[in-house]
RNA sequence: GCUCCGAUAGUGUAGCACGGCCAAUCAUGCAGGACUCUCACUCCUGCGACUCGGGUUCGAAUCCCGAUCGGAGCACCA
């Protein structure tokens, strides 16, 4: 089975549909994967240099590593040889029309001036299309199909075209001028490789019909093909991997893995796991239905992988100093995880602490609040905000059904959180600084990821 | 315009090939409650669907026809 991406930018959630479907069953049939590149395009839909490595990165992240990677641009010659075939059988022909003629003809289904040319005279045009002796636009060749056929997407359709902008990779640059299309391309690959099985959009169903054809006059057996419908992710709106790259280059966002995007690279480094990227994508299935799709599933399916393991932290974002009087300098220490026992941090305490904006918001003097895991204490003053210590016990804070909040040493660490829905900054725990590319669970804010760390610690949101 | 697909709770999904075991599975979501020194976790309880209309049949989510709605293809894109 293949995967067959063009690498004109990096793979998406959209992509790992693929990915994760076609290794899942090679993995179930003992099969064999294949990533290739359908990179044969140099001009509408260029592919990008850095995204071959991408996909070959992403896809051995999701547990998915391809047992053998081709690139479509390195085996022009091959398609050529089957084109010579075909065209010797009759079964292709150089057409000269201009896009928009050959259309008209179609619809109305008649055929072109050229479809009749002589095996002979058609190979000598496509030899000399190869030694680019017609410019760019003026000749393609197509592949006879039915030009009565009652569906209009199957009468006979191009198989190459002229484009005389190099590739993008430097072992092709301008190697070749004659280019095939997608059909013809993954015809040929298909059989070539051995594929048994495909499974891919339903935006692809005609491709098999047309390709049919060409395994028809090559005398081969076309694989057994399946289908899934159009996904839809509620979070992200409609984004095309060129609207993309545009928004990138004028600096709208940070980058590919920039946590507003549904690249594979962004909720990689948003934390998400990829054992809960599989599930996702396998309980989805392979219905031909169109699905819209929320990621609130993907995040529950990692909320179970990463809750055990994410130790707890105080960040506090939008920070307000709470002087504390009455209360000596002490170390506070809270467990690292409620449940797993894996000990405890420490935190040092002045007679200051950080809390949040929105906590203080709700207090009023004389409230009486629970600073977690530290002491309860009486709010005396909101501006500036001061409290009295009143002791250390949880019991008495149970009692009086006191609020209990989380906060955070004035001498912490800045902390700068990147979310899908913003940036919050505020001050966190010392210790975070050593949890650098785990996720971590910051107490009543939610899961992050920690990027980096330094002078300000960079956590990436993952979810609740 | 022509052609091809599809339709099960808010969202996904199982069931449909071979009609009865489906008063319809599971997950997620939502609501309520218990637990908890987090708004996380865990545990209870509840909510919620076979698109519509005909037909075949003793019996239809499942088979047939039609309608409606949704999606896709008809590129010198992938």
């Given at each position: 089975?293949?995967?067959?991406?063009?690498?004109?930018?990096?793979?998406?959630?959209?992509?790992t549909r693929g990915i994760i479907v076609n290794s899942e069953y090679v993995k179930k049939y003992e099969g064999k994967f294949i990533l290739r590149f359908d990179d044969t395009d140099t001009q509408t839909k260029r592919p990008m240099l850095e995204a071959y490595d991408w996909y070959i990165e992403d896809c051995n992240w999701l547990g998915a590593k391809p047992d053998e990677i081709i690139i479509a641009s390195d085996r022009i010659p091959l398609y050529y040889e089957q084109a010579r075939k075909l065209i010797e059988g009759g079964n292709a022909y150089v057409c000269f029309c201009e896009s928009e003629t050959f259309k008209k003809l179609k619809d109305a289904k008649e055929a072109c001036p050229h479809r009749d040319t002589s095996p002979q005279?058609?190979?000598?045009?496509?030899?000399?299309?190869?030694?680019?002796?017609?410019?760019?636009?003026?000749?393609?060749?197509?592949?006879?199909?039915?030009?009565?056929?009652?569906?209009?997407?199957?009468?006979d359709f191009?198989?190459?075209?002229?484009?005389?902008?190099?590739?993008?990779?430097?072992?092709?640059?301008?190697?070749?001028?004659?280019?095939?299309?997608?059909?013809?391309?993954?015809?040929?690959?298909d059989h070539l490789l051995g594929t048994t099985h495909i499974i891919r959009g339903k935006d692809l169903m005609d491709s098999e019909k047309r390709q049919t054809y060409i395994y028809k006059y090559l005398g081969?057996?076309?694989?057994i093909t399946t289908h899934w419908g159009r996904v839809k992710m509620h979070e992200f709106?409609?984004?095309?991997?060129?609207?993309?790259?545009?928004?990138?280059e004028e600096g709208e966002y940070d980058g590919w893995d920039d946590?507003?995007?549904?690249?594979?690279?962004?909720?990689r480094r948003r934390g998400i796991q990829p054992e809960a990227v599989r599930k996702f994508m396998i309980d989805m299935g392979v219905g031909e239905t169109d699905i819209s799709i929320s990621l609130d599933t993907l995040y529950a399916?990692?909320?179970k992988l990463v809750e055990p393991k994410a130790n707890r932290y105080f960040f506090v974002w939008d920070p307000v100093e709470l002087e504390v009087t009455g209360a000596d300098p002490c170390t506070a220490n809270p467990p690292l995880h409620p449940t797993e026992n894996r000990g405890c941090r420490e935190i040092d305490v002045s007679t200051k602490v950080l809390v949040c904006r929105e906590d203080v918001e709700k207090l009023t003097e004389g409230s009486k609040v629970r600073?977690?895991?530290?002491?309860?204490?009486?709010?005396?003053?909101?501006?500036?905000?001061?409290?009295?210590?009143?002791?250390?016990?949880i019991e008495s804070a149970k009692k009086e059904k006191m609020k209990i909040i989380h906060w955070a040493p004035v001498d912490g660490v800045p902390v700068k959180v990147l979310s899908p829905d913003g940036e919050f900054k505020g001050i966190g725990e010392k210790q975070i600084t050593a949890e650098l590319d785990k996720v971590v669970q910051f107490e009543r804010f939610g899961f992050c990821r920690i990027d980096s760390v330094g002078k300000e610690v960079v956590a990436y949101y993952t979810h609740k």
């Open positions: 089975m293949r995967f067959a991406p063009n690498p004109n930018g990096p793979p998406t959630l959209g992509s005279e058609n190979l000598e045009h496509w030899d000399k299309m190869l030694l680019g002796g017609y410019p760019e636009k003026s000749a393609v060749l197509r592949i006879k199909t039915d030009i009565m056929h009652k569906d209009p997407a199957l009468r191009g198989a190459f075209r002229i484009l005389k902008m190099p590739h993008p990779r430097q072992e092709v640059g301008d190697k070749y001028i004659v280019w095939p299309l997608l059909d013809f391309e993954g015809a040929i690959e081969w057996d076309y694989p709106g409609k984004f095309s991997t060129s609207g993309l790259r545009r928004a990138i946590p507003r995007l549904p690249t594979v690279r962004a909720i399916e990692n909320r600073l977690k895991d530290l002491y309860n204490v009486e709010v005396t003053s909101m501006e500036p905000l001061q409290a009295n210590y009143l002791n250390d016990a």
